[in-house]
């Protein structure tokens, strides 16, 4: 992909789809992790049904241990998570128009028993949320790179609860908003996964006979 | 719901069923956790596509930390898995055709650096897996109550592998297969989640203004 060419929007989104295969929710191959945020706002009854998505995940013993503290632009939950992003995702998710931060609640509330699926149940509902903003025509991006104490403090967010991940949320714009251009060709590169013969066993190791 | 009514799996679905909601994933609302399987195996086929859902999850780095050990009725790997499980879930997990175990690396591949989003990404992976199995007509259940010490050894699951849950997989039946009527009742009560305002904030503890 030559960087110098300069793709829309959709001809972007068209690249990042995963092959299609028959039977497979076409969500599934369409949601993507853009960088390129265009600079409309996402309205409350959209962003109201990527969370209606998220709140029917499962969860270990129906705990729902999720939890997300949402920042829009201009307000100063958004500028207090965006502050605690590292230096890579600043020069990039300043132009999301949401920015938000999932924890989990670390015990099962009803008798404070440690809950080991805290993270796997944050990250199966957040993972509901992505699905949903893909199908309703919005971009999502998963962040690691934040500094978590510094988030957990700006946000008050109780030390009883793991931090997750920072999501920025809006709708893909064309990847030339991006400027640099080792991060256009990151965004113009197809997505690759591993075969499911390095992740489907029937024993450890051993591919499954799928 | 009167437990002596004999409900038949499609009156049963319908009522576990999350209220649809204008614009939300039909299978995100369609998607619940059955504890009744009938006898049908579920082909390769299908199979295939239910890990081709998981496999293009978002992860962080991009890592694809998640595995999955799969077992069928009738090898041994269905059994081993079954043999961990607790007491409570065997009586019911013994009619699915299918039993998986989620494992996550917890090192990243290139640098050997720990991966905090190991079981959040396992989590996120299996939740498209539970999701598109729903699309295609099948049921899951993710189960926590099982030995982790005791499939790790079973399975032959490194130790730089976390283990995840159980799933059991497969057709959902009637819920009079189950046998026990408080396990019936069990099946056959409405799902329920906490509202978006206890768990999305616009700073914490605070309902957002969705």
Chains 1, 2 share one sequence.
Do not use: C
Not at 196 to 205: D, K, P, R
Request: cysteine-free; overall charge neutral; hydrophobic content about 45%.
């Amino acid at each position: 992909m030559a960087t110098s060419t300069v793709l829309t929007a959709s001809e972007t989104h068209a690249m990042k789809r995963a092959p299609v295969v028959e039977g497979v929710l076409p969500a599934i191959h369409e949601r993507w992790s853009a960088r390129s945020f265009d600079g409309r706002e996402v309205s409350s009854s959209v962003l109201t049904k990527v969370f209606e998505a998220a709140r029917w995940a499962a969860s270990s013993n129906n705990e729902q241990p999720w939890r997300w503290v949402v920042g829009r632009r201009g307000d100063g939950t958004w500028e207090k998570i965006y502050e605690t992003l590292v230096g890579f995702n600043k020069t990039w998710a300043h132009r999301a128009p949401v920015l938000m931060v999932g924890a989990a609640a670390m015990r099962f509330s009803k008798n404070g028993a440690e809950n080991r699926f805290a993270l796997y149940d944050l990250g199966a509902a957040s993972s509901y949320l992505t699905l949903e903003a893909a199908a309703l025509g919005l971009t999502t991006h998963q962040m690691g790179g934040f500094n978590q104490e510094a988030v957990r403090q700006a946000l008050g967010i109780p030390a009883e609860y793991a931090v997750g991940a920072v999501i920025a949320l809006g709708y893909q714009g064309e990847p030339a908003v991006l400027g640099d251009v080792t991060m256009i060709e990151r965004e113009t590169t197809a997505r690759t996964r591993k075969p499911l013969g390095e992740i489907v066993f029937s024993e450890w190791g051993m591919p499954a006979d799928l």
